[in-house]
């Protein structure tokens, strides 16, 4: 079975510093991944896709994340963050046509920036 | 285009009552999905629909009904409340499964007493 792993729950951090937050995925098959931002009392808007080709996927609001098939890894990152980056983080996949291309989501991450 | 909403926004139930979650979306997908968030856990499949007419079973689909009568709504409903269902719930669409983006309404608080 496919799972998403958020390696932290909770990344503090300050104004204008940079930032990764990190994703692991398993999968028999090959899957499409993603990150989705969550601001508060809102709903899931997506940030960034990658579904094949080059590994390093650029995204909205300055955020990029590098696919590792390797490592089964989906780390995002921000070369320097802003206060209205504070958010909820989420990492993941979609497999499978024969369930809906449904998303299977990881933990989530709380990215919380401080001036 | 208001994309994809969720009514009502807010709701308290008491153990045993039903409600139904209504979704709607202007953007003529087919596939459309109901999301449970629960702290610390991410977001969880519940149902899910491929077009009008359809449904299918997704994680957690134990005490929730849905129907999809017409493409642009999909209605999550729940017979008889339980505390455990107190959550958030999310729904959203899609054009096409697997590559494309899924855009999720604003989400429904409700809380079972």
């Known amino acids: 079975a496919q799972s998403v792993t958020q390696l932290d729950s909770q990344v503090p951090v300050f104004e204008e510093a940079p930032v990764e937050l990190r994703c692991n995925y398993s999968s028999s098959v090959s899957v499409y991944l993603f990150w989705y931002v969550q601001y508060p009392n809102q709903g899931l808007q997506l940030l960034l896709k990658y579904l094949s080709g080059s590994t390093l996927v650029k995204g909205i609001n300055g955020f990029e994340a590098e696919f590792n098939k390797s490592q089964t890894s989906f780390h995002l990152r921000k070369p320097s963050v802003h206060i209205s980056d504070t958010a909820e983080y989420f990492c993941a996949v979609s497999v499978s046509y024969n369930q809906g291309g449904k998303l299977i989501f990881g933990q989530g991450t709380e990215l919380s920036v401080k001036p | 285009n208001a994309g994809v909403t969720q009514t009502p926004k807010f709701r308290v139930l008491k153990t045993g009552q039903s409600m139904t979650l209504l979704c709607a979306q202007d953007m003529n997908h087919e596939y459309m999905y109901w999301y449970r968030q629960d702290p610390g856990m991410g977001l969880r499949l519940i149902h899910y629909?491929?077009?009008?007419?359809?449904?299918a079973k997704g994680e957690v689909p134990d005490g929730y009904n849905v129907s999809r009568l017409k493409k642009q709504n999909f209605l999550l409903g729940l017979e008889s409340a339980a505390p455990s269902q107190t959550s958030v719930y999310f729904c959203?669409?899609?054009?096409?499964?697997?590559?494309?983006?899924?855009?999720f309404g604003p989400g429904t608080r409700l809380t079972v007493t």
């Open positions: 629909s491929v077009g009008e007419g359809t449904t």
């Open positions: 959203a669409s899609s054009l096409k499964p697997l590559s494309y983006e899924q855009y």
